[in-house]
């Protein structure tokens, strides 16, 4: 019998988790070594889409910026949001480790460089993030940087020593079978068409079973759909692409030396060297799913822009994944009403992030361990889903409900526009060159998409188990 076949019967558990990926697994392997009856339904196959499509960088942060993130919750608040994402990291090295999951082939550092000449910028954050925030980085001068990395592109850089990477598609797997281990159930190909979350025991609906739970768990990012449409509608899907050369060789090692992963604090570009000496490069960006062999030339493009000195690169592999970017840059994690929890809204960083909501929602339903409610200030926002509803209904539910006061949610949304712009600019400038077409953007916080935000949007594959990246 399948490790992990199709729900045909119907079951009581303590907690239901809607969705197989980075963040359903971790909450599944956290509730089962807590002891809970634990049902993972996945309407596809486990990682089939962005948990088993990633890079597998590990680094602290959120996609809010620091000083964003004080802004908006104040010094202490932050400060602590930002240990729980070491937390999370570190729980990301603790869990994929050789002897948990064999082949995991973990590498140490990530510098995260500079697109424009911004040293006083540097060592401010630099300051920020090691003195108050405990992370240990170091500030990288220009040479340095250019020393690892053989083009006039990038500036300064900021290294993260216990910043790691891993193989994503052994780690969202291995997650799979640690929280078999541990005694969680994961059904496959069993898509949850709808929840009753009234009630003390909740009643979860898939096409040949129903289920009875006290806790449901939404960990379905992007694709949650029919259970709880306007709980999707906060996030804007982005379809990241990502390729793997073929072998380079010496050439790689005459323009890279570092073995880390690179990414810009832009968040355009975001590579490393595999297998000795080939690249594995994600770059562009659409909110539309596209076939991702449609991209290998742009990503040949932007290596070679990066890296002229390469010359013309063979791309062996290509792929996608779709991830959940929220308007605010925070993820999704905590309880919309009694028993029904959210755990999405990732973004490009979803290793640490999803470890956090692993833990963080366990223990609360087993432990009383409240400290989800930090990420409560992050209300869920509307991203602009195609029908045009405003999830106001769920907001009011969230977490201890209050929000920053109006001034400091008003800054921040200052902020975070101009931030915005500069890296649309960017963005666009770097598509040009490489010549791809920009991705749309999110707006700006507060601002939704205009009518038909997604005009070339595909219809979804008639066939469940068939789609974007697998
Ligand atoms: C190219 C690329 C590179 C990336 N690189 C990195 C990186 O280096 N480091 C990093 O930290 N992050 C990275 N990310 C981001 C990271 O992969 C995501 O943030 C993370 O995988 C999101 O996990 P998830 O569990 O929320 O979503 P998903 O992986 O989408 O999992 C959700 C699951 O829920 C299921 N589901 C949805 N609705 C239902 C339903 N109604 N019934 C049953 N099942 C349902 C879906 O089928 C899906 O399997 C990258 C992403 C991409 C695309």
Redesign the pocket.
């Known amino acids: 019998m399948s490790e992990r076949p199709r729900l045909s019967f119907d079951l009581d558990v303590d907690i239901c988790v ?8 971790t909450v599944a392997l956290e509730a089962a070594r807590l002891g809970a009856s634990v049902a993972v ?19 602290p942060g959120y996609g809010l910026a620091v000083g964003d993130l004080i802004a908006r919750v104040g010094f202490d608040d932050a400060r602590e949001l930002w240990s729980l994402s070491m937390q999370g990291a570190e729980y990301v090295r603790a869990t994929a480790s050789e002897e948990l999951i064999p082949g995991i082939a973990m590498s140490e550092g990530a510098l995260e460089v500079s697109n424009v000449e911004a040293g006083d910028q540097l060592i401010s954050r630099l300051q920020m993030l090691g003195e108050d925030f405990e992370t240990e980085v170091e500030g990288w001068q220009v040479d340095r940087v250019r020393e690892e990395l053989k083009t006039d592109r990038y500036f300064h850089g900021v290294y993260y020593p216990k910043a790691f ?1 891993i193989d ?1 598609r052994k780690y ?1 797997h291995g997650l799979a079978a640690l929280a078999r281990r541990a005694g969680a159930r994961i059904f496959e190909d ?4 709808s929840i009753d979350p009234s009630g003390i025991r909740k009643r979860i609906v ?1 096409p040949s079973a129903r289920l009875r739970a006290s806790h449901i768990v ?10 709880l449409r306007r709980l999707s509608e906060t996030l804007l899907p982005v ?4 390729a793997v050369t073929a072998p380079l060789g010496g050439r790689l090692a005459d323009v890279m030396t570092f073995q880390g ?1 690179v990414t810009d604090t832009d968040g355009i570009d ?1 590579f490393r060297i595999v297998d000795g000496d080939r690249l594995m490069w ?1 770059s562009p960006e659409t909110t539309w799913s596209a076939r991702p062999q449609r991209f290998a030339p742009a990503i040949a493009r932007r290596i070679r822009t990066i890296f002229p000195r390469l010359g013309q690169v063979e791309i062996a592999e290509t ?6 970017e929220t308007v605010h840059g925070m993820p999704q994690i905590g309880q919309l009403r009694r028993g029904l929890w959210v ?12 470890a956090i909501a692993g833990q963080l929602i366990a223990r609360s339903i087993l432990r009383r361990d409240e400290r989800w409610r930090l990420f409560s200030p992050f209300e869920l926002v509307w991203a602009g889903g195609p029908t045009g509803r405003v999830a106001g209904h769920l907001v009011g539910m969230w977490g201890r409900g209050a929000s920053a006061a109006a001034g400091a949610l008003a800054r921040y949304r200052e902020k975070a526009q101009s931030r915005e712009r500069i890296r649309e600019a960017r963005l666009i400038e770097a598509n040009r060159q490489a010549g791809t077409r920009p991705p749309r953007r999110r707006p700006p916080p507060g601002r939704p998409y205009p009518e038909r935000p997604y005009p070339d949007r595909p219809r979804p594959p008639a066939n469940p188990g068939e ?1 974007e ?1 697998a």
């Open positions: 809607v969705g197989a990926g980075l963040a359903g697994l339904l996945e309407g596809r196959r486990v990682g089939w889409n962005a948990s088993g499509h990633h890079l597998g960088t590990v680094m990477q994503g969202v069993t898509p949850v068409v898939t939404l960990a379905g990012n992007i694709h949650l759909g029919a259970p379809w990241r692409y990502a992963s975001h994600s792929w996608s994944g779709a991830v959940g755990a999405s809204g990732f973004g490009r960083q979803g290793l640490n992030t999803s789609g990246g």
